[in-house]
């Protein structure tokens, strides 16, 4: 199974108010990151099986926007394995019940999804990596520990896709 990582993308600042934190939506820039990110994993022609998110507003819309931009049509499941108060445990308990699948996206939050992303490719070892707002992995979980096969960040995206639409030769006047 390839395991597609996804953390939420930008949604402004954090909430003192834990209740009111929970229903904080992405920002513009958040949604311009989704939109990046989809079609990047479009561009690798990937095709979704499931999506798991977060019941965190943020999360589901990031998980929306990018299961929209890549052509996923079913339902996004949501599990609390993907919660900002879940445990390695749970989540691995979530990666064993979607070993059946190909392609799988989870979209979460930090600090526990670094904690997750590090468990899967290296279990016993305390691994830090550091996953921006919108950043995307994918590690293969075909058997433990995973194989990462790339981290994009949404900073790398914005570059590639701002070159990529910049016209090869300057505008010139017809007068």
Not at 34 to 53: I, P, T
């Amino acid at each position: 199974m390839n395991l597609y990582i996804l953390r939420h993308a930008s949604a402004g600042t954090r909430r003192a108010n834990p209740v009111v934190d929970v229903k904080r939506p992405l920002d513009k820039e958040g949604k311009q990151q989704c939109l990046l990110v989809g079609r990047f994993l479009s561009a690798l022609n990937v095709q979704f099986d499931r999506v798991v998110s977060s019941p965190l507003k943020r999360a589901l819309q990031t998980a929306s926007l990018v299961g929209t931009e890549t052509g996923y049509e079913s339902k996004i499941d949501i599990s609390d394995a993907l919660a900002p108060e879940a445990t390695v445990q749970k989540f691995h308990d979530l990666v064993r019940s979607l070993d059946k699948y190909d392609n799988v996206l989870v979209v979460g939050h930090n600090p526990n999804l670094t904690t997750f992303f590090g468990s899967l490719l290296a279990p016993s070892s305390r691994i830090s990596t550091r996953l921006r707002k919108g950043a995307v992995a994918r590690i293969d979980c075909t058997r433990l520990p995973g194989t990462l096969h790339w981290l994009v960040d949404p900073r790398i995206l914005r570059g590639i896709y701002s070159k990529a639409t910049k016209r090869s030769r300057p505008k010139t006047s017809r007068k």
